[in-house]
């Protein structure tokens, strides 16, 4: 069994910055893909941003230029830097852990963001 906790959530300022931190443990398998996805009210939830373990990315249109995704294979830890955050960035954003086979599926509990005045 794999356990994720989400941490950084927070209130913050239109064009302000956050970080969010994923830190896995558990019985964690090497090759692993790692993701953000976030769901804002009312709406489907949606992925942000990936990152392999061998290190390719991939982000949204929506974040691209603005949010850095990265992690740290010795800590088992995935980070979202999010800067120039806009209103639509608010959501509860939910760390995602899986295999390449894509038959283990691990999700955390989230963490809110919201961008507002």
């Known amino acids: 069994q794999v356990q994720l906790v989400e941490s950084g959530g927070g209130l913050v300022q239109p064009g302000g910055s956050l970080r969010l931190s994923c830190t896995a443990s558990g019985s964690i398998f090497s090759s692993n893909v790692m993701r953000w996805h976030r769901q804002a009210p009312g709406k489907e939830r949606e992925l942000v941003a990936m990152i392999g373990s061998g290190g390719s990315i991939s982000y949204d249109d929506s974040v691209k230029g603005r949010f850095t995704i990265s992690r740290d294979n010795a800590k088992n830890t995935v980070y979202l830097q999010m800067n120039s955050l806009k209103p639509e960035d608010t959501a509860v954003y939910y760390c995602?852990?899986?295999?390449?086979?894509?038959?283990?599926?691990?999700w955390g509990k989230g963490t809110l963001v919201t961008v507002s005045s």
């Open positions: 995602r852990l899986t295999n390449y086979a894509g038959n283990m599926d691990y």
